[in-house]
Structure formats: C-alpha cells, structure tokens
C-alpha cells in the first residue's frame, strides 16, 4: 500500500544563532558551509540522503520502496547549498522536516486503524523548493490473517452452494428422465389399444374399464420404480 501527500510548503521564519555559529566554525576551520550545515542537519535529525527526487509518481514511488524506516529525509543539493548559505531558507526548510517528525503519531495511528504497518515514512525536498512527505506500508498480519480467513470461508461456501446446485440439478435430471419414461409408456400403450381396436370386439375384459386404467397405471408406476 502506497499513500502520496503533497505537502508544499510556503512557511518562512527566522534562522537561529546556533545554525550560524556552524556556519561560522565551518568557515574557520576551512570547511564548506555545505559540508558543515550537513553535519549540524545530521546531528539534529539523523542521516541525511542528499539527492535529487522528481516530485512525480514514479520517482515517488522508487524511493518509497528503496527506503525503509520513520526518518528518511531527502533534500536537493541546490535546497541544502541554499539552506547552508541562508538563514531564513534554512529555518524554512528545518520547519518542515520538524512538522515531519511530528507528524508520524498521526500517520502511525492512522495506518494502523487500516490494518497497515509502515515500512518507510519520509520528507523530500525537491530542486524546486517544494517538499512531500511519504509513507509506503503493507498489511499488517493480524488483518492479513482475517482476510485469509474471510477468503477460505467464502470460498467453502461457493464449493457448498455449488455441490447444492449439483444435487438439484442431478434430482431436477432424473425427475424429467422418469416423467420422460412415463410418457413413453402410456404412447405405447395407447398405440397397442390403437393397433388392437379393430380386434375388441373379440377381447374378454375381466373387469369394468376404471379398474382396467388402475392396473395400468399401478403397472407404469412399479415398473418405474
């Protein structure tokens, strides 16, 4: 399961003394700002990815998949050499990764009540100045568990529904055999009493023509069984 949030930030506020005093020890020591803002980024927030990341789907998805953990933060190298030479660009960016990291009780409790666990969450700011969070989860085992469940338990009752229309239709096949059977018979009888009319008057009938219709019909039906 993927979600995908455009998060864009537009906030600016001010820098903070300890940022610039970075800076500063950088430029004594010889170091690039780059290189010595990176370190202060990483001490305050942990590793960070410096890349360039489209803001499209795809390339979206490519890192969400090719990163794993809460605390992944990818930031442009034109953003940091920005953020590493400007006070106010850097407390704008360090804004969002902070709304990141506050962020993630939220989005774990919502991912959660889904069924879900997270498998990497993470801030991009893109070469454009824009910024988006991500999270890339799958389902949890205990929901995994229940959709097995409700799969098997549907699928017995699909084989139960189907062995049911197997009998009626067996039952419904063997009903249209015997009434088929039946019917038969009686053409059969009726075309002998045809054949044999012109000879009647030479036939002794042991009995009245209702109980003679009782016999045949008593015969078809044993006959049948």
């Known amino acids: 399961m993927y979600q995908y949030t455009n998060r864009t930030q537009k906030t600016t506020t001010s820098g ?44 979206m998805d490519a890192l969400g998949t090719g990163t794993y953990g809460m605390n992944n933060i990818a930031i442009a ?88 229309y197997r009998e009626q239709s067996e039952k419904a096949a063997e009903k249209r055999r015997m009434e088929t059977e039946l019917a038969y018979r009686r053409q059969n009888m009726a075309e002998f009493f045809a054949n044999h009319l012109a000879d009647a008057s030479r036939v002794t009938y042991a009995g009245t023509p209702e109980i003679m219709s009782s016999a045949i019909a008593a015969y078809e039906m044993s006959d049948l069984k």
């Open 77 to 164: 190298p034109n953003i940091l050499e920005e953020m590493a030479n400007n006070l106010e660009k850097a407390a704008h960016y360090e804004k969002i990764i902070d709304d990141f990291f506050s962020s993630q009780p939220m989005v774990k409790a919502q991912m959660a009540a889904g069924g879900f666990e997270i498998q990497s969450y993470g801030v991009v700011i893109h070469p454009d100045g824009t910024a988006n969070y991500y999270v890339c989860g799958d389902v949890s085992p205990e929901k995994k568990a229940k959709i097995e469940a409700q799969m098997k338990a549907e699928d017995e009752e699909k084989a139960k529904r189907k062995q049911q």
């Open 16 to 59: 903070t003394s300890f940022t610039e005093q970075l800076q500063k020890t950088g430029e004594a020591a010889n170091t690039s700002k780059v290189d010595t803002y990176q370190k202060y980024l990483e001490q305050k927030y942990g590793p960070i990815m410096v890349k360039n990341v489209g803001s499209d789907q795809r390339s």
